[in-house]
């Protein structure tokens, strides 16, 4: 059997991979860079351990776990501490804890009464039309209030996209909302009355999904998926053409395939030569799609300079409270073996669509205007005792309005039944979970592609 070619070595690509050899077909994986993982790479200093990319995957479905346990992770995969439930938003430059109740919400200081009385209102208003697509923000403040909008959703979206939701589209960027409100007519009455069926599907809402990590960091998942597809593995071989004649996919001159899957971020896709029984297949335009930059920077300090209890996942920072970082996560508090006894470790986040130009900075410019904030919200005095910044020029893919052009053009290109594959997170969603299961899934496509060409 003729290998399947996978171009790209992040955990679409890697995920991908795996099922295939476990269905027993062979595959050929394609990287441009010297190692495999893509944004998940973890970092030991001393007794540091920092996640140079995501910190944590939420276990959305199924399919993750079962991931885990076929690699044989499940002993070393570590699930976050229970104090790490809390959330904070900043308001007024101090972290104030996000409502995890009806009682808490009816107390918090986080929204003023009015908001809290608009939202009580929300089950009254009328859903939209099931074919207009809005922005996530006009969606936002048509049903719960301009208030929830610049608190609640401005945040959140800054920690998951680094984008803006004036653009996000919210049928698909959070197409879970807009199925609420087209099923519903109410995103309450829809989180409480839809909790039943996400249990049927064995589903998990991204608010309540347990998040892990591994006692070694999220490399660990990475790394044991190159162990497992030793021998086939291509690092450092950047493909820029790819053909189809005879029935057999070529990529430059690297040999004779069966299918190709692209596990590539949009604008690679975009820059890619291809060719099918000598009809050019575009792609062109998926360098359109706007990704959003971003800068991680990773700090540690002795717990007595820092004032706050970090008893929870991590603070988000709203844009009118208009300071330099996106947010950070008490990644310490997370898990276990993070910082030395006696210190912490948090990982902020800077840029984004809010602040392009501070991912141009140098790294202790960037490092300087994370401490300016941690300063101000954490009450975080003295030096760090440890630094590390990574910058992600173009990190995530921003699922604009209008984005499901680009989703359906690639379908089709799939539905062709050329043998031409698509996957990752342009495609299926922008979390490492979504990505696992995006690779799964094309896995199963790809199978089935061969199960009725050969």
């Known amino acids: 059997m003729k290998p399947v070619a996978i171009i790209g070595g992040g955990i679409t690509g890697l995920t991908a991979a795996f099922k295939l050899k476990q269905l027993g077909i062979p595959t050929t994986l394609f990287e441009a860079a010297d190692r495999i993982g893509g944004v998940i790479q973890t970092i030991r200093h001393g007794e540091f351990l920092a996640e140079c990319g995501p910190n944590t995957i939420l276990e959305t479905s199924p399919l993750i776990g079962d991931l885990v346990r076929d690699l044989g992770l499940e002993d070393r995969r570590i699930y976050s501490s229970e104090q790490a439930e809390n959330r904070y938003i900043v308001r007024g430059k101090r972290p104030v804890k996000l409502p995890g109740s009806l009682l808490e919400f009816l107390f918090t200081p986080l929204f003023s009464c009015r908001a809290k009385a608009q939202l009580l209102m929300e089950p009254f208003i009328r859903r939209a039309p099931a074919d207009e697509e809005e922005s996530l923000a006009k969606f936002v403040r048509r049903r719960i209030g301009r208030e929830f909008l610049d608190y609640a959703i401005n945040p959140f979206v800054a920690g998951v996209y680094s984008g803006s939701p004036e653009n996000l589209s919210v049928r698909e960027a959070f197409p879970a909302l807009h199925a609420l409100e087209q099923r519903y007519g109410s995103l309450i009455l829809g989180q409480i009355l839809g909790a039943r069926g996400r249990k049927h599907k064995r589903g998990v809402s991204k608010k309540d999904a347990p998040k892990f990590s591994f006692d070694q960091g999220l490399q660990t998942l990475t ?30 001159q690297a040999g004779d395939y069966s299918g190709v899957l692209l596990a590539l971020p949009a604008f690679r896709m975009a820059e890619l030569q291809v060719t099918c029984e000598l009809k050019p297949v575009n792609l062109s335009m998926l360098g359109k799609i706007q990704y959003a930059p971003v800068a991680s920077v ?16 991590g603070a988000l920072t709203p844009e009118v409270e208009k300071l330099n970082s996106l947010g950070t996560i008490f990644s310490s508090s997370l898990f276990p073996g993070r910082a030395p006894l006696g210190q912490v470790l948090l990982t902020s986040y800077v840029g984004g669509l809010r602040a392009p130009h501070l991912v141009t900075k140098t790294p202790d410019e960037t490092c300087e205007l994370v401490m300016e904030d941690l300063r101000i919200v954490l009450g975080v005095k003295g030096e760090p005792t440890f630094t590390h910044t990574q910058f992600f020029p173009r990190a995530i893919p921003q699922y604009d309005v209008g984005y499901g052009r680009f989703k359906t053009h690639m379908t089709n290109i799939e539905k062709q039944g050329d043998g031409l594959f698509f996957a990752g997170h342009c495609r299926d969603g922008v979390s490492l979970g979504d990505s696992i299961v995006s690779g799964h899934e094309a896995a ?7 199960s009725r060409t050969t």
Do not use: C, M, Y
């Open 223 to 252: 790394d044991a998926l190159g162990q497992k597809l030793e021998g086939s593995i291509r690092t450092s071989q950047a493909i820029s053409k790819i053909t189809k004649q005879h029935g057999s996919w070529a990529l430059g």
């Open 298 to 313: 990773v700090l540690g300090f002795r717990r007595e300079d820092v004032e706050h209890p970090l008893d929870g996942f």
């Open 444 to 450: 199963g496509r790809i199978a089935n592609h061969l």
